[in-house]
């Protein structure tokens, strides 16, 4: 039987894993600052709704709702006008109130007929909760049960600079069922480069694919 799969909306990534993310998974975004998290993320959710009739929620702990529209704006994507149709929603979320947000989560996904949920950033659980085993049980409960309402989650994360792991504190990797990573390198000809770290069910790329951020957002090149 064949995957179901989300197109990401991200030029030339689709191609790299067999069509897109596997429907209902939990995909981890993650690198450090100036790697393009945020513009991942929101093309992500944009495109979705714009191209592929897919509502999304952007649950954010860091940015403003109103920085996260600029930010689209740069490329030409109005999320306000999406959201005036139904299609997107922008929830600022503090992050100590990690306790209420899948019940908040379950009541927006069933009025907006959700299929694609972004959390803006781990750091919600790791600010929430000191112990390891505790944030992965934490993790893995919420990631489960947003699955479970037929969406497909995307979560970021910001690895210090001086961090050799996929995220501050080495946790949520092991959450997800896909890694995306995205580094900045500021001394070669290509800034960014993407690389697809893990993706089950997937035969993806394992190459280091460079790229660039263009005027409609991200272009992942070919190698």
Known sequence: ???????TGINGLDELIEGGFVKNSAVLVTGKTGSGKTTFITQFLYTGAKLYQDPGILVTTEETSRS???HGARYGWNMEEMENKGMLKVIEVEPFSIDTLVT?????????????????????????????????????????RLKDLGTTVVITAEI????????????IE????????????????????LMVRKMRDTNHSQDIHPFEMMQNGINVLSV
């Open 1 to 7: 039987m064949a995957i179901e799969r989300v197109p």
């Open 68 to 70: 996260i529209r600029n």
């Open 104 to 144: 908040m989560l379950e009541k927006e996904i069933q009025s907006l007929h959700a299929r694609r949920i972004v959390i803006d950033s781990v750091s919600m659980f790791e600010m929430y909760i000191d112990k390891q085993l505790e944030m992965r049980k934490l993790l893995f409960k919420t990631l489960r």
């Open 160 to 171: 210090p600079e001086d961090s050799q792991s996929l995220s501050r504190y080495g946790v």
């Open 174 to 193: 092991f959450a997800a069922d896909a890694v995306i990573l995205l580094q900045y390198m500021s001394l070669t000809k290509y800034k960014r480069s």
